[in-house]
């Protein structure tokens, strides 16, 4: 499968943009409402999720449904403008083939971005988390029955997910930018509902500090691929029980809308700097 869907995406390439796929060594992918870096690529080819065999379409508002490739602060990269999310109905497999294919194309670094709700009580709506470690909480994991790909059951070691070295730059960098980040244990849920107050303080105690229904499926198959990782989270809305705030897709995005422009200035000097 892998194959094909890199030999589909030379052709598209090629065919469309008069030039030939480059060898990226980052990835980025982008959650809902922050795909505005991708924008920012130079020499972009950008190719539709429906054009790529065994890519599944998002379907929920904020979410391109577009890969990017191209070259971003001089450094080539593969941008997936949105993701599908597991509570869209897909299967694991299915939401993880895209870092399969990025990893495929020669990435080496995974950058993980999306939304959450802030439980840590220091948190607010616009913080910038880096995710430390994190909790599956979905249910599933996208390497059950990763012995059917034709290779051995994935006894992945899990201990140092989000790379060191990575979170380091980000500090670094965001001390530069002059930007507040923050840091947290990310909680990953199935969704697509939004978390009970019960549910919330069992997060609480669990240790997790934001909670949200991506990132961690992909975090897995990247640790897996032997990729570098690092996931950051726009806090945008304080989870249910921490806030009298009503829960909706639209408010989590404006918020969103106002804090990509800081997520895309500190990512552009991350890669700059990796």
């Avoid at 959650?31 to 998002?58: K, M, N, R």
């Avoid at 080539?76 to 299915?94: L, S």
């Avoid at 939304?115 to 994991?141: Q, R, S, W, Y």
């Avoid at 201990?159 to 730059?169: G, N, R, T």
């Amino acid at each position: 499968m892998i194959g094909e869907t890199l030999e589909a995406l030379e052709k598209i390439v090629k065919a469309n943009y008069s030039t030939v796929l480059g060898k990226p060594k980052i990835g980025l992918i982008l959650g809902s409402g922050l795909g505005g870096i991708a924008d920012d690529v130079g020499e972009a080819c950008t190719i539709p999720y429906i054009q790529i065999p065994h890519f599944v379409h998002p379907t929920v508002e904020g979410h391109a449904g577009e890969m990017v490739l191209g070259k971003l602060e001089g450094k080539e990269v593969c941008v997936m403008k949105g993701r599908a999310h597991f509570y869209e109905g897909y299967t694991m497999r299915e939401i993880t083939y895209p870092i399969r294919v990025m990893a495929g194309l020669g990435i080496e670094n995974l950058i993980i971005t999306g939304l959450a709700g802030g439980i840590n009580e220091n948190f607010k709506p616009g913080d910038l988390v880096l995710i430390t470690d994190h909790i599956n909480f979905m249910g599933d994991n996208p390497l059950i029955g990763h012995r059917t790909w034709g290779q051995a059951a994935a006894f992945t070691d899990m201990k140092s997910v989000y790379d060191k070295a990575l979170i380091s730059i980000v500090l670094t960098c965001a001390k530069t930018l002059k930007i507040i980040v923050q840091q947290g244990v990310y909680i990953g849920v199935r969704g697509p509902c939004y978390e009970t107050p019960a549910e919330i303080e069992m997060a609480r105690r669990m240790g997790a500090d934001l909670v949200g229904m991506s990132v961690v499926p992909e975090a897995i198959i990247g640790k897996h691929l032997g990729l570098k990782i690092l996931g950051i989270s726009c806090v945008t809305n304080m989870a249910t029980g921490t806030s009298k705030e009503p829960m909706s897709h639209q408010f989590a995005l404006r918020v969103a809308e106002r804090a990509k422009a800081k997520l895309s200035r500190l990512l552009r000097e991350v890669v700059k700097r990796i």
